[in-house]
């Protein structure tokens, strides 16, 4: 059995090869819009909260399916290219990969249109995280379902903190959140229990209840609202002038389990990914404007 003693967060999740373009506006439909230009970088959730990670000096680790294809070639180089390690990546010859179309307009703002490919996902039966033995955290996006769950049970059993990048409410996705210590919610996730205008605050109730000890959800520009215990906390998000907001929570995500690496609080941890999101907005992609340590430390 490889041993990988360095490894301290576990990332399970998608990875994914994004095509970014710009343009001044958002067409109608049936109409045309021409490109100002047309960027191609790695994204995917958990997989960018790895490389943030990564940059930010922790040694991480990739688990994934990805087939062969060029998308899939990309999606490796890039994760190596990041020191993120890829021993445990499943490569499955003969299909496509994840892949993304993203319309980013002058605002910053961004539309994903994504297909997740034709490779099987991970199974309940491909995780086996006896490999890490120094590990720490677990960090889950909730794609992989199955793999997910089986990853998170494993980890709760070994003593890992297991963290989840909540972004769209799918079958089982309550059933992962009862399973997890610190769940990072979109707004859009609580929905389903809370309804659409609910304020957040309620939202972090319903999403408390589902059994993690600490809940975020992030709110774009209007920054983060957290619930340690009884405590609610919130962050303002940094002022920035956005380029592109792709990749934004999962490089907050990223920050946030640093934060809990070092043993901050809440508050904290909360201030930090805030700062390291803002920063990655000032440039096209998920991956590119992701800072160093000492970037964030200037910010802040």
């Not at 490779?119 to 793999?147: N, T």
Request: one cysteine or more; aromatic letters at 8%; charged letters at 25%.
């Amino acid at each position: 059995m490889i041993i990988t003693k360095d490894i301290q967060v576990i990332g399970l999740g998608q990875a994914c090869l994004d095509y970014l373009g710009r343009l001044r506006f958002y067409p109608e439909e049936d109409d045309k819009c021409e490109l100002i230009d047309l960027h191609i970088q790695c994204g995917g959730p958990a997989s960018t909260a790895l490389v943030t990670l990564s940059r930010l000096g922790i040694k991480t680790s990739f688990l994934g399916s990805i087939s062969d294809d060029t998308f899939g070639i990309e999606i490796l180089q890039g994760l190596k290219e990041e020191k993120v390690d890829s021993t445990f990546l499943k490569i499955t010859p003969g299909y496509t990969s994840q892949f993304a179309f993203i319309a980013i307009t002058e605002s910053g703002n961004r539309t994903i249109f994504w297909n997740r490919g034709s490779v099987p996902h991970l199974r309940a039966g491909d995780v086996d995280l006896d490999p890490f033995s120094k590990a720490r955290i677990l960090h889950v996006d909730g794609l992989m379902i199955e793999a997910a769950q089986e990853a998170a049970r494993q980890a709760r059993s070994i003593g890992l903190k297991v963290v989840m990048d909540a972004g769209t409410m799918r079958e089982g996705s309550k059933k992962l959140a009862s399973l997890v210590d610190v769940l990072i919610a979109s707004e859009r996730f609580a929905e389903p229990m809370v309804g659409e205008l609910s304020p957040p605050e309620k939202a972090l109730e319903a999403l408390g209840q589902l059994g993690p000890k600490e809940v975020i959800i992030t709110l774009g520009s209007r920054g983060s609202i957290g619930l340690s215990g009884e405590e609610i906390i919130f962050q303002k998000a940094f002022p920035i002038v956005a380029v592109d907001t792709t990749g934004a929570g999962d490089v907050y995500h990223g920050a946030y389990i640093y934060g809990l690496l070092q043993g901050w609080d809440m508050q904290e941890c909360m201030r930090f990914a805030s700062a390291t999101s803002a920063m990655k907005c000032r440039e096209i992609g998920a991956r590119k404007g992701i800072p160093y340590l000492e970037e964030i430390r200037d910010m802040e």
